[in-house]
């Protein structure tokens, strides 16, 4: 066997198990630290829920039963839906028409 063939083998293989050792670490702590940070996601998401849900409703009821059914309320001319999480608080004002 030829000796020295075999170190630039060995060494490319265990650069390329390196290479994929620290990719596979890295989608792991990005994947820890990527979960904290869309804590405000799901809130947005139920949010255009509550205001599609508030449009809906509107078609069948008044002003007063589709606020009431979403828990939003009306401020003067405009309807305001809130949600809290952990540590976000998102506050949606939509001008009524």
Do not use: W
């Amino acid at each position: 066997m030829n000796r020295r063939g075999d170190i630039p083998v060995v060494v490319l293989v265990i650069g390329v198990v390196a290479i994929c050792s620290l990719a596979i670490f890295s989608f792991i702590t990005f994947s820890k630290v990527s979960d904290k940070s869309n804590l405000g996601v799901e809130l947005f998401e139920d949010t255009h829920a509550d205001l599609e849900k508030f449009y809906f409703y509107k078609q069948f009821y008044d002003m007063d039963k589709s606020v009431e059914k979403i828990g939003a309320e009306i401020n003067g001319t405009n309807l305001i839906i809130e949600k809290k999480g952990e540590n976000v608080l998102i506050k949606y004002v939509v001008p009524l028409k």
